[in-house]
C-alpha cells in the first residue's frame, strides 16, 4: 500500500532503542492501538509481518510493542523492561510471526483479548523515522497516521449518520480536515479528521445520536 510522507515526517524522532522504524515506530502503534481499545484487556497478542518477524528480538520490537500498549511513548526508559511492567499489571504477552499478505514490511496485526468480551484488533505499519499508519481496525480498512484529533465510528448501514455527525461539528464551530467511509458488506467505518481537539460534551452528544456499534476519538 502506498503511503504519503514527507522528509520531514520520516527524519528520525527521540527515542529508546537502536532502530526508528523497529522500535519509536513499533511503540507508538502500540500506544495508538490502545487508545483505540478498551483498556481492560488482560492478553495482547502481536502478529508480526515480514521484516518486523525477522528482527523483533534483536531490534527490540517487542519490547516496544509491549510498552506501546501499556501506553509509552517512545523516549519512555521503560520501555527496556516493558516485559516486567506487563507482567506486574497482569497482562500476558504473545508475539506470533505471520504473513498479513500485501502489506509494508515492518507491519503488526494487535489483538486486545478481554475476560469479558470479544477481542478487538488494530493493525499497523511503521513506515520510518517513528512514522506510522494505522491500516486496519476491527478488519475494517483504514489509512490513518495519527497527526490529527480523529474520530473513529462503525455502525451497521443507516442513514443520515454522515450528515448527522458533520452537523453536530459544524453546529460547535469545527473545521473538518477529512472524512472517510469505509464499507463492509453491511458494516460502515467513518473516519474524520478535524483541525483541532474537541471540547468536551462534544463526543458524548455524538455517542447517544447514532447507533455506533464502535466510536473512539484520539488527539
Known sequence: MAVNASIFEIMGPVMVGPSSSHTAGACRIGNIARRMVDRNFNEVDFYLHGSFAKTYKGHGTNRALVGGVLGYEPDD??????????????????????????????????????PDRSPLEVQGSSIGGGSIVITKVNGNPIEYNATKPTLFMSYGEQKGVIAFVSGVLFEYGYNIHMMKTIKDGDNVMLVCELDEPLKEGVLEEIRAGKDFTFLKYIE
Do not use: M, W
Open 77 to 114: 526508559d521503560r520501555i527496556i523492561n516493558s516485559f516486567d511492567y506487563a507482567d506486574q499489571a497482569g497482562i500476558k504477552y504473545n508475539f506470533l510471526e505471520t504473513d498479513l499478505g500485501d502489506v509494508h514490511p515492518n507491519t503488526v496485526r494487535i489483538v486486545f483479548k478481554y
